[in-house]
């Protein structure tokens, strides 16, 4: 198959939409593995505009054609406040959909489960590593939505869990908050991470440790 027949391929495929002409170029895999192609593709192919016989008819040129061909951007998924709040965990994590940050706030006042979420990825993220290095950007972004009130509320959990990571984990609370952290608690002193060990870390909503909250 020459460069012009293969374009003239994929032209057709990409007017099938973002979605779909992505879905074939990422079930190559697939035809590679089951060496042929699959109801749905033949399907898809014989809906391409401009080609009297479906342009595409083994694996071998399926390959070909969309081997190396670059995926399309897809339009970011919509959603109501409605769909946000009945599943704020997903829509958060989901990093895909524009949230208002109203709707974030006010999620954090009214959600128990979904503040108690966001927060243990602080204090899981602490007690494992200590830094919040990884974090930071996350930090950042709540602390761009939720008043300032709320985010010593979250330092006071991560503290809670993990006093003695303290003078790791406080360095990205301090870079996040600059001269707002007159409004944080002081440091714990040398002498009070003696006596106080740090309590075993447990997870209030039973979710693993190595999954996003959902």
Known sequence: MDAPQREHILAAARALGPKRFNALVESVGQVLTRGRLRYWQEE????LAGFTVPP?????????????AELLPEPLPEITREEFFARPNYWY????SVIPDAWIAEAW??????????????????????DLYCLESS?????????????????????????????????????????????????????????????????????DDHAIPF
């Open 44 to 47: 898809e192919i014989a809906r």
């Open 56 to 68: 595409i008819t083994n694996a071998g040129d399926f390959t070909a054609v969309f081997g190396d």
């Open 93 to 96: 994590y989901l990093r895909g």
């Open 109 to 130: 006042e009214q959600l128990p489960k979904f503040r108690d979420s966001v927060t243990y990825e602080f204090v899981r993220e602490a007690s494992k590593n200590g």
């Open 139 to 207: 930090l950042k972004f709540l602390a761009g939505i939720l008043p300032l009130t709320r985010m010593v509320e979250v330092y006071g959990q991560v503290r809670a869990k993990s006093p003695n990571r303290e003078p790791e984990f406080r360095p990205t609370f301090q870079r996040v908050f600059g001269e707002k952290m007159v409004a944080f608690p002081n440091s714990l002193s040398s002498e009070v991470l003696e006596i106080r060990p740090s309590p075993p870390e447990v997870n209030p909503h039973g979710l």
